[in-house]
């Protein structure tokens, strides 16, 4: 290699530091600059991050309490400990509980607050199995059909066979229990 190449070689080495120390500058003046903003962003993030983990982590506790109340109460129902528990930790799976006892020992001044529950699926299902347990009739979208059912069960002890038929004939034949309306409409015209 000869003196020139060499000295062409340095003076790009030198160009490439050159350039490499006026980043470096830039860099330096844009952090100062920016300084205070940069350091705003990373404590919102750490706050956002941890303060998600924390979250997460309070109430995947909770729901684990809820969850070890609930099974207590599996094994033993007149635990108020238990009970209180799981109310504060998991009100849903509180009202689900509360549905399910209620249904068990026929207890409608439960379902009937029940009925007015902020989750719609426990709302219906209580209203449905109170007017059941009241021998009125019921409305429910979640069992609409077994709903007609009853309904025209109703109409038949009161006499009313065609309003009853009306009911049973609103059954679509795709549902399941369509062959038990087909059955009880049969056996109502059977019995005029």
């Known amino acids: ?3 020139t190449e060499t000295i062409n070689e340095a003076k790009k080495e030198l160009t490439n530091d050159e ?6 500058f830039k860099l330096e003046k844009l952090y100062k600059k920016h300084k205070l903003k940069l350091f705003t962003v990373i404590a919102v993030a750490v706050l956002y991050f941890g303060g998600t983990a924390i979250m997460d982590t309070i109430k995947e506790q909770k729901l684990v309490a809820a969850n070890n109340a609930y099974l207590t109460l599996a094994q033993d129902a007149n635990n108020t400990a238990a009970l209180t528990e799981l109310k504060t930790n998991n009100p849903a799976l509180f009202e689900l ?3 399910q006892k ?3 020992n026929s207890d409608t001044a439960t379902l009937k607050t029940l009925s007015m529950s902020q989750n719609e699926i426990i709302a219906d299902m209580s209203a449905y199995h109170l007017a059941i347990l009241e021998g009125k009739p019921s409305q429910s979208e979640l069992n609409s059909d077994i709903s007609l059912i ?4 109703l109409l038949i002890k009161e006499g009313k066979i065609t309003e009853a038929k009306e009911q049973l004939e609103s059954i679509s034949e795709d549902s399941p229990v369509h062959n038990i309306a087909q059955m009880i409409k049969h056996y109502s015209i059977k019995g005029q």
């Open 102 to 104: 209620a249904i068990k």
């Open 97 to 99: 509980y509360s549905y």
């Open 150 to 153: 009853n309904n025209a069960y």
């Open 19 to 24: 350039h490499m120390l006026a980043s470096a």
């Open 1 to 3: 290699m000869s003196i």
